[in-house]
T-cell receptor, first 114, second 112 residues
Framework: EAGVTQFPSHSVIEKGQTVTLRCDPI?????LYWYRRVMGKEIKFLLH????????ESGMPNNRFLAERTGGTYSTLKVQPAELEDSGVYFC????????????FGPGTRLTVL | EDQVTQSPEALRLQEGESSSLNCSYT??????LFWYRQDPGKGPEFLFT???AGEEKEKERLKATLTKKESFLHITAPKPEDSATYLC?????????????FGTGTRLTVIP
């Protein structure tokens, strides 16, 4: 069974540019989560989709971040315009049941904003 | 405010030297406590779920325990392949809150 995949693995952009991260969850997993780890800090929740609906977006830092999950399959996280403090590793996770803490994580996308 | 604190930050053990990692938490309405393992360049990998004080779970050389204030991850006779960062996370609050709240992790190195 294929795991959660994320693309790209690394991205280096200039401040003010736009970047789009993609996550493909495990097939059949209705729940998809985005998390972020800023250097030296803990992994922090950004948002949660159930199928194509946003269940919880309380962790999104500001309106420069836009997440979508069209058709309830893959998801994208767009940062526009990127700021220096957006640098970090962005993880996507998926789970079968809503409410479970047993989540399957992708390898992450390392974003560097210069 | 919900808080998850892990200690120590880093731990070096000789192969076969048993030890414990600590995760203390202050949350409103614990729904579950989770242990994950993370290898360099990879995402966290699920290990255990604990729901109530007194509960224990075991897997190979790892055993997780839970009290009302903290959880321990006991590592018995570790091997070099156990080297990784171990993350503790909680789910708390109202039923709709499904996200995980992580600690900063303990980086374990097991020396042959």
């Amino acid at each position: 069974e294929a795991g959660v995949t994320q693309f790209p693995s690394h991205s280096v952009i200039e401040k003010g540019q736009t970047v789009t991260l993609r996550c493909d969850p495990i097939s059949g997993h209705d729940n998809l989560y985005w998390y972020r780890r800023v250097m030296g800090k803990e992994i922090k929740f950004l948002l949660h989709f159930v199928k194509e609906s946003k269940q919880d977006e309380s962790g999104m830092p500001n309106n420069r971040f836009l997440a979508e999950r069209t058709g309830g399959t893959y998801s994208t996280l767009k940062v526009q315009p990127a700021e220096l403090e957006d640098s970090g590793v962005y993880f996507c996770a998926s789970s079968q049941g809503t409410g479970t803490g047993k989540q399957f994580f992708g390898p992450g996308t390392r974003l560097t904003v210069l | 405010e919900d808080q998850v604190t892990q200690s120590p930050e880093a731990l070096r053990l000789q192969e076969g030297e048993s030890s414990s990692l600590n995760c203390s938490y202050t949350v409103s309405g614990l729904r579950g406590l989770f242990w994950y393992r993370q290898d360099p360049g990879k995402g966290p990998e699920f290990l255990f779920t604990l729901y109530s004080a007194g509960e224990e779970k075991e897997k190979e050389r790892l055993k997780a325990t839970l009290t009302k204030k903290e959880s321990f991850l006991h590592i018995t006779a570790p091997k070099p392949e156990d080297s990784a960062t171990y993350l503790c996370a909680v789910q708390a609050g109202q039923t709709g809150a499904n996200n995980l709240f992580f600690g900063t992790g303990t980086r374990l190195t097991v020396i042959p």
